[in-house]
Structures are given as structure tokens and as C-alpha cells.
T-cell receptor, first 112, second 117 residues
Framework: GESVGLHLPTLSVQEGDNSIINCAYSNSASDYFIWYKQESGKGPQFIIDIRSNMDKRQGQRVTVLLNKTVKHLSLQIAATQPGDSAVYFCAEKLERDDKIIFGKGTRLHILP | GAVVSQHPSRVICKSGTSVKIECRSLDFQATTMFWYRQFPKQSLMLMATSNEGSKATYEQGVEKDKFLINHASLTLSTLTVTSAHPEDSSFYIC?????????????FGPGTRLTVL
């Protein structure tokens, strides 16, 4: 289940189950979106991206869904593994702009 | 993929001293680099955009005289935290944009943990 702590919400998922991490983005003009994974004490690691002319994109074990109407992004991780434990951030940018703006983040906790 | 390094990975300093953090793109040229700050259990906040050969562009609320950025070459940007105070303790992360890449991707460094005593 999901709980909201002081800063980062946590999603607890049983190993082997699918995880769905949600994100609301802020700028309706954003046209490029990225999901990052950040392990403790490390920099963000690119997972998958999607442009605003798409509503779904699949990678290896991951799928990103984009709903521009409600400014919502989700990351689905299939068959969650212990190595998926991390904080996941959605990020948005304008393709003509260089700046990547990060969302709040969700901690994914894998239950054995 | 392209690699971005940061040095040092950790630094502890006394209040009032200055600390320099380096960000290097190891196998590509980066005309644009970015500096982020991340407090515990929070997201990455963009501090400034560093452009090679020109002045950095700072985000609103970031003091340019306190966080000095120099981007003297296509592979190196430095962030100097001047007169550091305990509230500057944070995780500083840089990213570099590979303009030659197909998708103009940004690659992130591993971060530098700054602790000010």
C-alpha cells in the first residue's frame, strides 16, 4: 500500500508483483517527460522517457503512461524485484528548453 | 552511455569556509551543465544552468554570489559554495547535456555530499 510521510510518499509492493508509481506534473506546456530512479547516495538514473505526442511507451519491464488531460504520468514496473528498491522521480521539460524540473518522488519498498 | 563524474564525492568543512565541487563529462563535450541541490527525503531542485564560456543562469532564490559557477571548458564545470554554513549541507548533483547525441540527453553525476559543521 501507499503511505505519505513527511516528505516522500512510500509505496510498498510484494516482490514479484507489479508496481505503479504515479506523478502529477505542473506545467501544461511541458512536452517531454522522464522517469528517473535514484538509489541511496547516488545520482538519478534514467529509466524511460515519453514525448507529449504519445500516451504510452514501453521499455524492458517498465511502461510509462501519459495523460495530458489531467497532467498525470505513471510508471509501471512489471514483476518487481529487490533491486527495484529506490526513489523514483518523474521529471518534465520543454523540448526547446534545457531545464529538467523534477517532481516530488516516491520511495518504492519491496516486501519479501 | 555517457559518464559524468563529480569530485569530491563527500566533503566536510567548517562553517565560514569555501568548498569547490567539480563536475566533469568524461567521454563527451557538454556546452551546458546543470547544478541541482537535494535535501534529505526531498526532490532535486535546479540551482543554475552553466554555459561554457559565459555566465551561469541562476534559478529564482539562488544566491549567485554564494554559489559561484565556472564552466571554463567543454568538459568541466565547478560549483563553489562560499562562506558555507550548516544550512548549506546538502547533496549537490550536476548533470551535463550531450549536444552531439541523437536526443540531446542529459546525464547525471553521482552527487557530492556536503556537510558543514
Amino acid at each position: 500500500g501507499e503511505s505519505v510521510g513527511l516528505h516522500l510518499p512510500t509505496l510498498s509492493v510484494q516482490e514479484g508483483d507489479n508496481s505503479i508509481i504515479n506523478c502529477a506534473y505542473s506545467n501544461s506546456a511541458s512536452d517531454y517527460f522522464i522517469w528517473y530512479k535514484q538509489e541511496s547516495g547516488k545520482g538519478p538514473q534514467f529509466i524511460i522517457d515519453i514525448r507529449s505526442n504519445m500516451d504510452k511507451r514501453q521499455g524492458q519491464r517498465v511502461t510509462v503512461l501519459l495523460n495530458k488531460t489531467v497532467k498525470h504520468l505513471s510508471l509501471q514496473i512489471a514483476a518487481t524485484q529487490p533491486g527495484d528498491s529506490a526513489v523514483y522521480f518523474c521529471a518534465e521539460k520543454l523540448e526547446r528548453d534545457d531545464k529538467i524540473i523534477f517532481g516530488k518522488g516516491t520511495r518504492l519498498h519491496i516486501l519479501p | 552511455g555517457a559518464v559524468v563524474s563529480q569530485h569530491p564525492s563527500r566533503v566536510i568543512c567548517k562553517s565560514g569556509t569555501s568548498v569547490k565541487i567539480e563536475c566533469r563529462s568524461l567521454d563527451f563535450q557538454a556546452t551546458t551543465m546543470f547544478w541541482y541541490r537535494q535535501f534529505p527525503k526531498q526532490s532535486l531542485m535546479l540551482m543554475a544552468t552553466s554555459n561554457e564560456g559565459s555566465k551561469a543562469t541562476y534559478e529564482q532564490g539562488v544566491e549567485k554570489d554564494k554559489f559561484l559557477i565556472n564552466h571554463a571548458s567543454l568538459t568541466l564545470s565547478t560549483l563553489t559554495v562560499t562562506s558555507a554554513h550548516p544550512e548549506d549541507s546538502s547533496f549537490y548533483i550536476c548533470s551535463a547535456r550531450d549536444h552531439s547525441g541523437l536526443y540531446n540527453e542529459q546525464f547525471f553525476g553521482p552527487g557530492t555530499r556536503l556537510t558543514v559543521l
